[in-house]
């Protein structure tokens, strides 16, 4: 079976690290790098740490904020992450667990280093994803979906370990249930060895080396921190490790729909941004306790 390589786009490195609260020393990914429809369905993406934090009996983090119009999905590689929010919501992952949360029409809610894990010091390393939620499910209750590894498929090919977080790999399904057609997989593929696969046609697709180094449908090496994207033309892509690489692969079907972004909304009029803050304000999604 030969399909079309997907054409690449181009190869990107991340802004500076900058603190988001007092917790998380982050390198943003996108949308930094202008790739605007081209990521659809996913917004931003945010990579922090590793960073090693010293014993702290008062736990950092990033205080009471709120959300509106999308999903946020924290992968966790090392270190523990304690979550809570207004309707009374709370939880923690820990290596290789992810939180698939569904902001929808408002949450407000804060993330922080556990307390236990604050309180011993150690090493942080997650992803935080925005994906956007399709037009006519922005407003959808708020939900949580806490997965464990152990729900977690893995694919192993070759030397090669695919965790199926969402979507489809080789006939596994991961647990995430989304609004819209994606994939986002947790990958592992040690130096010298390939991968390659094939996505439906028409989606967006990007390949988030946390480290290592790889290319991607031939392009040159990415490194650290840095990450490829793709054309929704082609169906396959190649990856090619030249060192160890742990990164994460993101695809989908993009939304079509406009999007207009404030802050912590992601809507897709100024209006519903008006809307968004309005609610905010008045109490509508609700305080911490
Ligand atoms: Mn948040």
């Not at 997907?6 to 790098?33: A, C, D, E, Q």
């Not at 931003?44 to 009471?64: F, I, K, M, N």
């Not at 090392?78 to 667990?97: T, Y």
Request: charged share 15%; hydrophobic share 35%.
């Amino acid at each position: 079976m030969t399909t079309t390589q997907k054409p690449l786009i181009g190869t990107y490195s991340p802004g500076s690290i900058h603190m988001v609260g007092n917790g998380f020393h982050v390198r943003n990914l996108f949308p930094s790098n202008h790739l605007g429809e081209h990521l659809s369905p996913f917004l931003l993406l945010d990579y922090a740490g590793p960073s090693t934090y010293g014993p702290s009996q008062e736990p950092r983090g990033v205080g009471e904020h709120p959300h509106r119009g999308f999903e946020t999905v924290t992968i966790c590689y090392q270190g523990r992450i304690a979550h809570r929010d207004s309707a009374g919501n709370s939880g923690v992952i820990g290596p290789g667990d992810v939180q698939w949360m569904t902001a929808g029409s408002g949450v407000v809610h804060e993330e922080m280093h556990e307390k236990e894990f604050a309180a011993a010091g150690g090493t942080l390393q997650m992803v935080q994803l925005w994906v956007n939620l399709p037009k006519a499910h922005k407003m959808t209750a708020p939900k949580y979906q806490d997965i464990t590894k152990e729900r977690i498929p893995v694919v192993e090919v070759g030397g090669a370990r695919v965790r199926v977080i969402a979507g489809e790999f080789q006939g596994q399904r991961g647990p995430a249930e989304t609004f819209s057609p994606l994939n986002v997989w947790d990958v592992q593929v040690p130096a010298g060895e390939r991968l390659e696969f094939e996505l439906p046609a028409g989606q967006n697709a990007g390949w988030v080396v946390l480290d290592g180094a790889t290319s991607v449908n031939g392009s040159e090496s990415v490194g650290d921190a840095q990450m490829a994207w793709l054309d929704p033309e082609g169906r396959s892509v190649q990856v090619q490790a030249e060192a160890d690489t742990r990164a994460v692969f993101l695809s989908g079907q993009p939304l079509g729909d406009p999007v207009v972004s404030h802050g912590p909304f992601v809507m897709t009029s100024q209006a519903e941004i008006v809307q968004a803050i309005r609610d905010y304000q008045s109490g509508k999604m609700g305080h911490l306790s």
